[in-house]
């Protein structure tokens, strides 16, 4: 069972935005730094954020993330349809001394 | 360009064992930390165990620990997982990760099924 909750589902229009939360405690996102992974379907997944806000290159600027206490939130701007994915976040738990990923949100295109 | 390699996946009966490879290159495999993620049939990812870059620290998620086995051989720029005693819930694809040097994943292998059924 994990430990960072996140919303099932989200959905939006090509070209609109989405907020995805992802919701844990002080021992793992309050205290750490959060990632975020988005997996196409079929495919392993790829780092979308790691540092809580920072992108690996080759990652456009249509994805953010922010930190605020046991939280995070990844922003997706200009929906694509090549956006729908499922998406995690990501911390490492130092009560746990485990990494944990949180339970996954689908991303539809409508 | 990085490429993480998975083998060794396959059929296995309850209480049997299997040893996952995985076979790194296009990077300095002895300065990360690597990683084991598994996800089962239509379930999100859960991370499994990683190592450290001379092997001499290893975690472990609680559902694997005395069953599960993370070990890495530098010189063959390697990754391995030995599953012992496996079970039904231990179906899944296996992906092997490049750890970032912070703490996230930042590599992933394509995956390799193990699947535990009589």
């Known amino acids: 069972q994990s430990v960072l909750t996140q919303p099932p589902s989200v959905s939006a229009a090509p070209g609109q935005k989405v907020t995805i939360s992802c919701s844990g405690s002080?021992?793992?996102?309050?205290?750490?730094?959060v990632s975020w992974y988005q997996q196409l379907p079929g495919t392993a997944p790829k780092l979308l954020i790691y540092?809580?806000?920072k992108r690996p290159s080759g990652i456009p600027d249509r994805f953010s993330g922010s930190k605020s206490g046991t939280s995070a939130t990844l922003g997706i701007t200009g929906l694509q349809t090549g956006d729908e994915a499922d998406y995690y976040c990501?911390?490492?738990?130092?009560?746990?001394?485990?990494?944990?990923f949180g339970t996954g949100t689908k991303v539809t295109v409508l | 360009e990085v490429q993480l390699v998975e083998s060794g996946g396959g059929l296995v009966q309850p209480g049997g064992s299997l040893r996952l490879s995985c076979a790194a290159s296009g990077f300095t495999f002895s300065s990360y930390w690597m990683s084991w993620v598994r996800q089962a049939p239509g379930k999100g990812l859960e991370w499994v165990a990683n190592?450290?870059?001379?092997?001499?620290?290893?975690y472990y998620v609680d559902s694997v620990k005395g069953r599960l086995t993370i070990s890495r051989d530098n010189a063959k720029n390697s990754l391995y997982l030995q599953m012992n005693s496996l079970r039904a819930e231990d179906t899944a694809v296996y992906y092997c990760?490049?750890?970032?040097?912070?703490?996230?994943?930042?590599?992933w292998g394509q995956g390799t099924l193990v699947t535990v059924s009589s």
């Open positions: 540092d809580n806000n």
């Open positions: 002080s021992s793992n996102i309050g205290n750490n730094y």
């Open positions: 190592i450290k870059e001379d092997g001499s620290e290893k």
């Open positions: 990760a490049r750890d970032c040097l912070s703490t996230c994943v930042d590599h």
């Open positions: 990501g911390a490492w738990d130092s009560s746990l001394s485990v990494y944990v």
